[in-house]
């Protein structure tokens, strides 16, 4: 087995995976408002995505390398009378080309056809949504306001749909930020899930709340918080 095609594989998706970091960590610094340039998260970026893509590229060389055939010898007779003369197309090489071009227009389909799926699902979901009505009381005096908490772990808000997105579509979530407030200024307090959510829950920063390292730190029985307060 040769493994020239794998090692040129993982090459290439190391060095397209280290763009693809890189414009994406200047997108964010120049374009997201209250990004800044940070050389930590330019490492982050080149050590998964390049890491990643170069693992993905290696896979597929080895593949490639495994299912191409072998050329055959000059030496043997019955090679050579098989070899096609010079400037004839070669029977193996025309069926590989048929090959290339009829799976490059079924992953083509099966894109065009997921991407309608999304569309046509999205569309569904953003009509089941609707308008949210407002709760009345137990005495039906006042309608008491719905308060609707949603936290995602390691989602950044340019990646939603209603804050500009290109092409991601977030169909419940562009619906419910319709019907109500949508900041386009927020900071977080502290980047760890557990001291984030202390903040959010509690009003306070992790310095107060006690809660600082996440997965270690525990939030004080005796503090208040959103859930409580509810």
């Known amino acids: 087995m040769r493994h020239h095609d794998a090692l040129k594989g993982a090459a290439f998706g190391l060095l397209i995976g280290v763009l693809l970091g890189t414009i994406e960590v200047l997108r964010v610094a120049w374009f997201i408002r209250g990004g800044t340039f940070r050389p930590d998260l330019l490492v982050d970026a080149?050590?998964?995505?390049?890491?990643?893509?170069?693992?993905?590229?290696?896979?597929?060389?080895?593949l490639r390398s495994l299912f191409r055939r072998r050329p055959r010898s000059t030496g043997s007779r019955v090679a050579r009378r098989y070899e096609p003369a010079a400037g004839s197309a070669?029977?193996?090489?025309?069926?590989?080309?048929?090959?290339?071009?009829?799976?490059?227009?079924?992953?083509?389909?099966?894109?065009?056809?997921?991407?309608?799926?999304?569309?046509?699902?999205?569309?569904?979901?953003?009509?089941?949504?609707?308008?949210?009505?407002?709760?009345?009381?137990?005495?039906?005096?006042?309608?008491?306001?719905?308060?609707?908490?949603?936290?995602?772990?390691?989602?950044?808000?340019?990646?939603?749909?209603?804050?500009?997105?290109?092409?991601?579509?977030?169909?419940?979530?562009?619906?419910?930020?319709a019907q109500g407030?949508?900041?386009?200024?927020?900071?977080?307090?502290?980047?760890?899930t557990n001291p984030s959510h202390c903040s959010?829950?509690?009003?306070?920063y992790p310095s107060s709340s006690g809660v600082?390292?996440?997965?270690?730190?525990?939030l004080p029985n005796t503090l208040d918080t959103l859930a409580t307060t509810f």
Not at 48 to 60: K, M, S
Not at 94 to 107: E, Q
Not at 200 to 204: I, N, R, S, V, W
């Open 181 to 192: 407030a949508r900041f386009g200024m927020h900071l977080i307090q502290e980047p760890q």
């Open 90 to 177: 070669s029977p193996a090489g025309s069926r590989r080309t048929v090959l290339r071009l009829a799976a490059t227009g079924l992953v083509g389909v099966g894109v065009l056809g997921i991407a309608r799926w999304l569309e046509f699902n999205g569309k569904a979901v953003t009509a089941r949504v609707g308008a949210i009505p407002a709760s009345a009381d137990s005495a039906g005096d006042a309608p008491r306001p719905n308060v609707v908490l949603i936290t995602v772990d390691t989602l950044r808000a340019d990646q939603l749909g209603c804050y500009g997105h290109p092409f991601v579509k977030t169909p419940a979530l562009d619906a419910f930020a």
């Open 212 to 218: 600082r390292i996440h997965m270690v730190d525990k």
């Open 200 to 204: 959010m829950f509690t009003g306070m």
């Open 46 to 62: 080149w050590l998964i995505d390049g890491g990643i893509l170069a693992v993905l590229c290696f896979l597929l060389g080895a």
